[in-house]
Nanobody, 128 residues
Framework: QVHLVESGGGLVQAGGSLRLSCAASGRTVNTYAMAWFRQAPGQEREFVATFIWSGGNTDYADSVKGRFTISRDNTKTTMYLQMNSLKPEDTAVYYC?????????????????????WGQGTQVTVSS
C-alpha cells in the first residue's frame, strides 16, 4: 500500500506560480511512475505530467508544456509540480498518483485508470 499526501494548492492570480508537493509513504519500493492529474468541476480527471521513478524521464500534457515542471527529491519520497504562468483554465483539484511496476512495465502512462494509488487532492484556483 502506498499513501500519498498533496500540499501546496491555493489561490493565485493569472500569471503567477505555485509549487505542489506530493509526499509518498508506505510500500513505495515497487513504484514505477508517479503523476499529477487534475479535475475541474463537471469535467473528467485529466493527465498533467508524469515522472518515471527509476529513470527520471518525464512527460507532459500539451496544455502545460513549457509552463509546468515535474520533479522529485533525491530521497524519492516527494514529488513536485512547479506551475508557472498559471491561467484561469488551470483551476482544478490536483491529484498525485502512483503506479506499481512489474517486470516488463515500460513507457508513459497517461490515463487515470492506469494508476493504483491516489492522494486526496489539493485545490488550485487561478483568478483572472
Amino acid at each position: 500500500q502506498v499513501h500519498l499526501v498533496e500540499s501546496g494548492g491555493g489561490l493565485v492570480q493569472a500569471g503567477g506560480s505555485l509549487r505542489l508537493s506530493c509526499a509518498a509513504s508506505g510500500r513505495t519500493v515497487n513504484t514505477y511512475a508517479m503523476a499529477w492529474f487534475r479535475q475541474a468541476p463537471g469535467q473528467e480527471r485529466e493527465f498533467v505530467a508524469t515522472f518515471i521513478w527509476s529513470g527520471g524521464n518525464t512527460d507532459y500534457a500539451d496544455s502545460v508544456k513549457g509552463r509546468f515542471t515535474i520533479s522529485r527529491d533525491n530521497t524519492k519520497t516527494t514529488m513536485y509540480l512547479q506551475m508557472n504562468s498559471l491561467k484561469p483554465e488551470d483551476t482544478a483539484v490536483y491529484y498525485c498518483a502512483a503506479k506499481t511496476g512489474f517486470p516488463g512495465t515500460s513507457g508513459y502512462f497517461t490515463r487515470a485508470n492506469q494508476y493504483d494509488y491516489w492522494g486526496q487532492g489539493t485545490q488550485v484556483t487561478v483568478s483572472s
